[in-house]
């Protein structure tokens, strides 16, 4: 494929885009600009199916794949449809791996499927990743349905803050046997077909959901990660095209962004610059997505190999409709070189026990101590307290040093079930705590970023928490799925290296 | 059975060659090709010379591709030392199949009055590579959905054992069937890629490579290559006293992507084509009592049981595995309904002579031509004397285009 059709394709497939002859109701996938029966008098209008939910009409387990998805294995791909709108289109069951011998596939038909943003290949001539929406699970599964319902935000202008999120965890996990890894019992890891950007589209779909906000109100998309699909290629502008934050084509939603790298703070360091464009005139948008999205790395067999984590998880910030404000700030750097990865290497090197005291400590500490003192708040003021963890052990450890409990850090402390997400590490404890946060609660988040530097923030819930709750999929749901399923070391490897 | 006020012959067949099917690590394309003309050339009764072709019309799917090569009628030209009219039809597996259309459309409109048609595949030179090429005949996002070709034809009969068989085991024995009979047709084959007997139960327990189709329900992959002569009603007499007629030669076309089709367990192209094709020729499907039918998987061949109308909709598998029950251990095996039989791919069909994907649609007609003339060896089909008429159907893809022609040896 050459990188002319690649965008071509990127724009009927990202949302699978259809049309549809508003004279005779035909549909068209992928669209065309007159229907077969009226021609060319005909009236097309544009849908989008990335939302909708549809049904296998027929299908058959591919034993023996393509190249293009040797990857991934045996697979099921089918006709699905939906209904509703009387359309085909061709697809792939994914997030699924088929029994050995003979399915039932009588018995799948008809199965309601939910449209999913992953890899279809790469390591094609043109060296492009390639990504499609023709691609679905199981809707009694792992991943379920949500509508998508926009309402428009309330006249009403308030300090900015959090005004929805979403975060997301792959259904694949491995376990650390026996009493865990520095307190860290599983973890998640990507399926074949999924990567950092495929994450982040997961969550910021998550994020607007939660949010019922037109996708074409966020302005500015940042997505933090060490983890990049490309050295070179944002990750935020395959976001912005999927969400429709941006460009609808040949329409024009004006948005921007970038990709940021700070290791495991990448994101959470531009909260404050979102809350803070939001409130900014010549910005002319009153939204800004951030997403914390990793594919966690480490060097196989390394220690940090049996305590890494996938997934993402994205915040949008807003003065309208704002579920948590956000009180204060302030953020702590140093040039620390505990933990870094040079161009072209594939895996990140740290400097050992020298990443505990002179550099987690030190900066989450300060960080924190600093941000009670300026905030004056005292830790029994603090309903949740949220520390980047790379562990459970480094966490818990500095919140007890700064005087915290154990309860206030219990809520937050996801890394012992999903592993470190490094630059989803703090916003998705974020999410799992504000699944549960009532309003009036203070949440103080301190990240941290190897190389070296921590963020605080200190949010305060508002009563909107709870008319939007129940448009989040919470974290401990996602933890505690009963769809999740457990895979090998081998397994866990390769899904990590293709990913 | 061809009336004597019948509508006439548009064109006549007099000479057909072929090379044998198979892995032909050896032979490059132009080879076969070559092999293949000259054999035909040499077959013409009467005699014909090389620069005695008006014409050729060749058809191929993954030469370019595979050789990298533009500007085919040129290389052809070089190959066969000749400076007339070249054309070159890719239409996947229907591109033999469009080769023998697109030469009948020549005579027909009377610029030519003989010409060649000839079509040519080297599979192997792309033997780690096929898997891939061959969704070149699909839809790009069936392609990017995962799908492999033969996933393709899986869902379909997927789909037509859900809606017809319906759980029923002997729908699946029937596509079973289809294979154990083709590959019990291609035993008197000498030129045949495999002449081996399968049992039913054999191709029931071989690999699934695309649930619910296993290794045993796929033609294999081949190397070939096959050619016509093929003249007008009028000057085919002075090259042979036996030619065979062609009284219809139909192309249709449907949509290439599966999801765009009203149904999956028919090939719409195929009942447009053997439509057209049957009131071309003034003649009724039970009236044809031989057919070379596209059975590049066995669902293929079931469905052309259907969309032919020689059974009807969803009952062809029953018709399929009453017709085996009757008549094992035959030498050919027809399929019967009421009074009707006919004997469906004589020569082991796709399935078991091969499919060299270019030479397919051409080959098809070899067979007819021998059949017709009682020339076809130990292949031959028994019959009392009325083997009159015979049909062959190539596909292309899933169904993106069907050809049909239907032969005959004259009233």
């Known amino acids: ?499 | 059975m061809v009336q004597k006020d019948g509508p006439k012959p548009i064109a006549a067949v007099v000479g057909a060659g072929r090379t044998k099917f198979g892995e032909l690590w050896y032979d490059n394309p132009e080879k076969l090709l070559v092999e293949a003309g000259l054999e035909c050339v040499e077959s013409v009764d009467k005699g014909i010379g090389r620069k005695d072709i008006q014409a050729c019309f060749f058809g191929s799917f993954l030469y370019q591709h595979t050789n990298k090569r533009g500007l085919i009628p040129g290389y052809m030209a070089q190959e066969l030392g000749l400076n007339i009219p070249i054309s070159m039809t890719e239409a996947a597996c229907a591109s033999g199949g469009a080769a023998v259309y697109n030469a009948v459309l020549g005579i027909q409109s009377g610029k030519f009055d003989i010409v060649l048609a000839g079509g040519f595949e080297k599979m192997s030179d792309r033997v780690d590579k096929i898997m891939d090429d061959l969704m070149f005949a699909a839809d790009p996002h069936e392609f990017d959905a995962g799908f492999t070709f033969i996933g393709l034809y899986a869902v379909m009969m997927s789909r037509y054992l859900y809606d017809y068989g319906k759980g029923d085991e002997r729908c699946l024995d029937a596509m079973a069937i289809v294979a154990s009979k083709n590959h019990h047709h291609a035993m008197g084959n000498p030129y045949a890629q495999y002449r081996r007997e399968f049992t039913v139960e054999a191709v029931k327990r071989s690999a699934l490579v695309a649930d619910p189709v296993r290794l045993l329900h796929c033609s294999p992959v081949s190397d070939g290559a096959a050619s016509l002569i093929i003249t007008s009603p009028e000057k085919a007499k002075e090259m042979t006293d036996t030619p065979i007629y062609i009284y219809a030669s139909q192309q249709a076309t449907d949509s290439v992507a599966l999801s765009a089709r009203d149904n999956l367990t028919g090939v719409k192209s195929t009942r447009l084509a053997m439509g057209a094709a049957l009131e071309q020729a003034g003649m009724k499907i039970s009236e044809i009592p031989l057919a070379e039918v596209h059975d590049c998987f066995t669902i293929e061949e079931v469905m052309y049981m259907e969309d032919s109308g020689f059974y009807n909709t969803g009952e062809a598998w029953k018709g399929i595995f009453d017709s085996y029950k009757d008549y094992e251990g035959l030498r050919h095996i027809p399929y019967v309904r009421g009074d009707a039989e006919v004997i469906v791919n004589p020569g082991g069909g796709l399935k078991a002579d091969g499919h060299p994907v270019g030479a397919t649609g051409v080959r098809q007609v070899f067979e007819v031509y021998r059949q017709l003339r009682g020339e076809a060896g130990d292949c031959q089909v028994e019959s009392d004397g009325d083997l009159d008429a015979a049909l062959c159907h190539n596909i292309g893809g899933t169904g993106g285009i069907c050809t049909v022609h239907i032969f005959g040896r004259g009233a």
């Open chain 1, 1 to 499: 494929m050459s990188e002319p059709i690649a965008r071509r394709k990127i724009i009927v497939d990202y949302r699978i885009n259809a049309t549809k002859c508003q004279d005779c109701g035909t549909m068209y996938f992928p669209p065309k600009s007159f229907c077969y029966n009226e021609g060319r008098a005909s009236h097309m209008e544009d849908l989008d199916f990335f939302y909708k939910k549809g049904a296998l009409y027929s299908g058959t387990v591919i034993n023996t794949p393509s190249s293009k998805f040797k990857d991934v294995g045996a697979h099921i791909s089918g006709i699905f449809e939906f209904p509703e709108h009387s359309l085909r289109i061709p697809g792939r069951i994914t997030d699924y791996i088929p029994p050995e011998g003979s399915v039932d596939l009588s018995s799948l038909v008809g199965r309601e499927v939910v449209p999913r943003f992953r890899r279809n290949y790469s390591g094609s001539e043109d060296g492009l990743v390639h990504y499609s929406s023709l691609n679905f699970s199981f809707g009694d599964e792992y991943y379920p349905h949500q509508e998508y319902v926009k309402i428009e935000p309330s006249e009403e202008v308030e300090k900015p803050g959090i005004v929805g999120y979403g975060v997301y965890l792959p259904k694949y996990r491995i376990k650390n046997e026996g009493g865990g890894v520095l307190g860290v019992t599983e973890r998640t890891l990507p399926f074949a077909d999924e990567d950092t950007t495929t994450f982040s589209v997961e969550a910021g779909k998550r994020a607007l959901i939660h949010a019922a906000l037109d996708s074409t109100y966020v302005k500015k998309c940042f997505v933090g990660t060490e983890s990049p699909t490309y050295a070179v290629k944002p990750i935020m502008a395959t976001v912005t095209q999927a969400l429709e934050l941006g460009e609808k084509f040949e329409d024009g939603y004006f948005s921007g962004g970038t990709d940021s790298q700070f290791a495991c703070k990448a994101a959470t360091d531009l909260y404050v610059d979102a809350a803070a464009l939001v409130n900014y005139p010549a910005f002319g948008g009153e939204h800004v997505m951030v997403i914390g999205s990793d594919n966690s790395q480490a060097s196989p067999g390394d220690p940090l190999d049996y305590t890494v984590g996938a997934g993402a998880a994205a915040f949008i910030f807003g003065r309208r409709d704002v579920i948590a404000t956000l009180d204060h700030y302030l953020s702590y750097t140093s040039d620390t070189p505990d933990f870094y990865r040079r161009e072209g290497e594939k895996y990140p090197r740290h400097g050992g026990r020298f990443t505990g005291t002179p550099a987690y400590y030190k900066h989450v500490l300060t960080a924190m101590k600093a941000m009670l003192k300026k905030s004056g708040l005292a830790p029994e003021d603090i309903n949740y307290v949220i520390l980047h963890s790379p562990n459970a052990s480094f966490p818990q450890r500095a919140a007890l040093q700064a005087g915290f409990t154990r309860e206030q850090i219990a809520p937050g402390l996801t890394v012992a079930k999903i592993g470190n997400l490094y630059s989803g590490s703090c916003p998705a404890a974020l999410g799992a705590v504000l699944d549960i946060s009532e309003p009036g609660d203070k949440i103080l988040m301190t990240a941290y970023g190897s190389g070296a530097g921590s963020d605080s923030y200190v949010f305060t819930v508002t009563d909107k928490i709870a008319e939007k709750r129940e448009r989040s999929v919470p974290v401990q749901d996602q933890i505690e799925s009963p769809h999740k399923e457990y895979v090998d070391y081998v397994f866990y490897r390769k899904m990590k290296d293709i990913s």
